[in-house]
């Protein structure tokens, strides 16, 4: 399969003829770009991949990444979502980035091609590669809802594509799982296939609903060895949605084992509409769930993880809207958003800024005032907004490119709430903001228009007066995302946010902004 290989993260050589060596500059690897306005720290398909004309096949948004760690590079396999989709024609092939770093990404093209209206693969769904001698084993759902289709065959099936070098896939046709006669047909998807030492076998979980009740679950076949295609059901399901919870799919499913605990995640895009985890110290449960078992907000969705060894990372993508403004309602497919995955004590996860991708931004940018309302000081690179019982903000003047804000806040009081503001220089009453609000302990999002806010996102975050919050924020074309504490992110779509003015806001309280400053790469 001939493979199309454009660079989203484009390095340029640059050679130094320098008349002092005071002023010569060593440059690292990961610093040599640049065409600043266009990083892509969080990527998606470029148009015209493959040199065709017809945009169905070029120009697309990257969904469900499926992360695979080898000989030093990281493969984001994803679902290329294409942003038309004509009738008649299949969907979502598979794509790839690779990076060495999870900061910089080389986008490789399609990998693993939809099939035709006759076969199970007619559009094609989330799933996982492992390796196993010299072969790799790409696993995958095959989906197909043509009523000619669905006469002999399940809507939904896990199918196997092979491969000596994961660039060139062959398809095996003659492998295929589908469900039991206890599990439902329809929403049979998302293999996810690991070795687990703990079992000494290959696990591969599988969501899907019971046939009876339609309750979400999420199966375990095991293998001692992917070569023989003997994968076998296991009688009981790793996990069943609770009662409460009523989920109507578990998505996308991922399993790890970090520091002796086990971790189950899934996505959910029906109630909660986000990505979970779960935690045990056993592969087979009780699976516990922490006060807080969401991974980032609505906007960020079927999330995998990998490690290289070292560090363990997750995979996800940040919805875009349609239309492509902030009135646009949220849909399939987006930009890929990578978080690192660190342990607390008491076996919760944190999610932060990836140091590899921090490490871009070392070039100090300047801040310049655009306009204030209400009551704010300076001092060097601190900003107080004085709004008890008014509304204060401090705007910058626009500025293009991506970029990354580091403050550390503290707030007065927790009858307000305070963050950060999107204006566009078109409307003085349309901005994007993100808050924190200590009296509901939560990071919101808002899209404001016309003076009324319509909350757009939100994440729980434990939030107390007179404590200073570390704030990183990294803006990169559309793309928004907020960490705090190196314990939580949050990513946001903001079409307000290029080229427009941007800057700190109070409500009903007095906020202040520390060691404010603005970093480019």
Known sequence: MKTFKYCIKCFLIIFLVACS?????EISNDQKLLDEKNLNVYPAPTSGWGGETDPYLTTGFTADVMPFYDNGLFHSFFLHDAAFKPEGKGFHPIHKFVSENVS????????????????PDFAIGTGSTIKVGDTYYFYYTGFNDKSSFLQSNPRESILLAKSSDLENWEKDEEFRITA??????FE??????????????????VCTQFNDSRKAVILVYTSNNPENNDWKLQNNPLYITSNEENYLMMECPDMFKMNGTWYLIFSENWKDKATHYRMASSPYGPWETPDNDLLDGRYYYAAKTETDGNNRYIFGWTARKFPENDNGNKEFGGNMVVHEITQNSDRTLNYSLPGTTENLFLE???LELDSTIGSTSVIENSYTLNASGDTSTYLFKADYGTKMLRTSLKMDSN??????IFQNKG????????????????????????????????????LETGKEYSIKMVMDETICVLYIDGKKAFSNRIYEMPGNTFGFVSYDMTTMFNNTLMLKP
């Open 180 to 185: 039991s006669e206890n599990y439902y047909d």
């Open 415 to 420: 009858s307000g709430r305070a963050g950060f």
């Open 104 to 119: 910089a990404f080389s986008y490789e093209g399609e990998q693993i091609p939809y099939g035709k209206a006759t076969e």
């Open 427 to 462: 409307s003085n009453t349309n901005s994007y903001q993100i808050l924190l609000e200590p009296a509901s302990n939560r990071i919101v999002s808002y899209y404001e228009q016309g003076g009324n806010l319509e909350e757009i996102n939100s994440i729980s975050f434990n």
């Open 188 to 205: 049979f998807r998302d293999p996810e296939v690991f070795f687990n030492e703990d079992t000494n076998e290959y696990w591969m979980l």
């Open 364 to 366: 100090r940018a300047a």
């Open 21 to 25: 060596s005071e002023d010569d500059i």
